[in-house]
C-alpha cells in the first residue's frame, strides 16, 4: 500500500508517567477503508494509545500523522473529520436518543441536524426507540448511541476503544455487525481497539499486538492468525463416541483435551469446518463450535516462537 493511503500514521511513539512508561516506541500504519484491530491485553497502552491520537494528552516523544497532516499543527482540522468513543459513552438518562443528539449536533453546528440524527439512529437500529428515554436502554444499545453519536458529523475515520465491554454475547454481535455495515457500506475506516482477539478476528482486515506498550506482531489478520493453531471446542452429546470415532483417524492427534460435554482440539481455521462436517456425517450431534483462543495465549505463542 502506498504512503499516499494512509489514514494514520504513527512513529517511534511513547508516553512516560513519571516511572511508568506506558507506550514505548510504537509504530502503527493504517490505510484507508482499513478495518484496524488494536490488540494488546489489558494494560498493553491501548488507552494511552488513543488518548493521543485524540489529543487528550501529549506523547513525550515521536510523531502522529492523521490524513497526511502532522496531528500537532492541524489538530482542529484533523478532529473534525473523526468519531470516536473512548470508554463508556455518556448521554443525559433523562433524555431520549434523539434529544440527546440534538444538542451534541447544535454544539458541533451540524446542519440540518433533524434528517442527520434519524440517519445516524437508523445506521445503529435506534431509530424506532428514538422518543424513547436512554436510561431505558440496554448497555447494548447504549454502545449503540455511542457510536450514532461518533457518526453525527460523517467523520472519515473511526476510533473505538473496548466498543463491547461489559456486552452480552448478541450486544457484542451487533457492535460488530455494525462495524462491518460502516466499513463496507459506508466505506469508513475504522480503528478498533480490543483485548480480545476473537472479536477482532471475525471483523478486521489488518491488525497490531502490543504488550507493555511496544509492538509484538503487526500484519494482514487472517495471514498472522493461521500461522497458529486455535483452541476449538466442539459441544457433542456424546465424548466418548467421538473419541472412539476419532481413534483410527489423523483428528486424532489434533486432540487437545476433554471434558463431560465437550471435546478440544488444537485447529488451524480452515479445519475447523471440516472437522465438524466429520462428525456431523458420522452421528455426532454437534450443538455448538466455540474458538477459544485467548490473546495471553496468542502471547505465549509468540514468545515462545522468539526464544
Known amino acids: ?168 454475547p448478541q450486544g457484542m454481535k451487533e457492535i460488530r455487525d455494525l462495524i462491518i455495515h460502516l466499513s463496507k457500506d459506508q466505506r469508513k475506516t475504522i480503528f478498533l481497539s480490543s483485548h480480545i482477539l476473537y472479536e477482532v478476528e471475525m471483523v478486521a482486515d489488518r491488525m497490531i499486538i502490543i504488550n507493555k506498550g511496544s509492538t509484538q506482531v503487526e500484519g494482514n489478520v487472517e495471514e498472522l492468525l493461521n500461522r497458529n493453531d486455535l483452541k476449538v471446542s466442539f459441544e457433542v452429546d456424546d465424548t466418548h463416541k467421538v473419541l472412539q470415532l476419532l481413534q483410527e483417524t489423523s483428528w486424532i492427534k489434533k486432540l487437545n483435551s476433554k471434558t463431560k460435554n465437550q471435546v478440544i482440539f488444537s485447529l488451524k481455521n480452515t479445519e475447523i469446518a471440516q472437522l465438524n462436517k466429520y462428525l456431523v456425517d458420522n452421528k455426532i450431534s454437534v450443538s455448538a463450535v466455540v474458538p477459544t483462543r485467548s490473546l495471553e495465549e496468542y502471547f505465549l505463542q509468540i514468545t515462545e516462537k522468539s526464544l
Open 1 to 168: 500500500m502506498s504512503d499516499d493511503n494512509k489514514i494514520i500514521e504513527v512513529k517511534n511513539l511513547s508516553k512516560q508517567f513519571k516511572e511508568l512508561k506506558a507506550v514505548n516506541d510504537l509504530s502503527i500504519n493504517v490505510y484507508t477503508g482499513d478495518v484496524f484491530g488494536f490488540l494488546g491485553p489489558n494494560g498493553a497502552g491501548k488507552s494511552t494509545t488513543i488518548r493521543m491520537l485524540l489529543t487528550l494528552i501529549s506523547p513525550t516523544k515521536g510523531e502522529i500523522k492523521i490524513f497526511g497532516k502532522s496531528l500537532r499543527e492541524s489538530r482542529i482540522e484533523i478532529l473534525r473529520k473523526i468519531g470516536a468513543i473512548v470508554e463508556k459513552p455518556d448521554f443525559y438518562g433523562f433524555l431520549s436518543a434523539y434529544k440527546n443528539l440534538e444538542i451534541l449536533a447544535k454544539l458541533s453546528g451540524i446542519e440540518s441536524p433533524n434528517i442527520r440524527i434519524m440517519e445516524v439512529l437508523e445506521l445503529v437500529g435506534l431509530d424506532k426507540r428514538f422518543k424513547s428515554k436512554v436510561k431505558t436502554f440496554s448497555h447494548g444499545m447504549k454502545q449503540r448511541l455511542g457510536i450514532a453519536q461518533a457518526l453525527l458529523h460523517d467523520p472519515e475515520l473511526i476510533i473505538l476503544d473496548e466498543p463491547t465491554t461489559g456486552l452480552d
